[in-house]
Nanobody, 124 residues
């Protein structure tokens, strides 16, 4: 059974930093994509960042470029989202997700497995 568990959310002031973690288990494929998504209250879920093991690439939503970084441990069973210079609009529930084709265009990829989410709150 594939499981993804997010952690690291919390309350941070605007301009501060936070690092989210996603632990992955039960997923034996070596080539896959990991996506980070967020959903603010009353808004649709959006892809924030992703990485692919097949092509070893990372991609970011335009609004977080230069502020967020996705990374992983080798053998890439722990994935991180480092969030710097957080803004009020970054607040929401953050999810990690996994997909087993590892398509390089991972921001628009449809993901198969999802974690339960971790809350990120940004205060002014």
């Amino acid at each position: 059974e594939v499981q993804l568990v997010e952690s690291g959310g919390g309350l941070v002031q605007a301009g501060g930093s936070l690092r989210l973690s996603c632990g992955i288990s039960g997923f034996k494929d070596d080539d896959y994509a990991i996506g980070w998504f967020r959903q603010a209250p009353g808004k649709e879920r959006e892809a924030v960042a992703c990485m692919t093991t097949r092509d070893d690439t990372t991609h970011y939503l335009d609004s977080v470029k230069g502020r967020f970084t996705v990374s992983s441990d080798n053998p890439q069973r722990m994935v991180y989202l480092q969030m710097n210079d957080l803004k009020l609009e970054d607040a929401g529930v953050y999810f990690c997700a996994a997909e087993n084709t590892g398509w390089r265009r991972c921001l628009i990829l449809k993901y198969d497995y999802w974690g339960q989410g971790t809350q990120v709150t940004v205060s002014s």
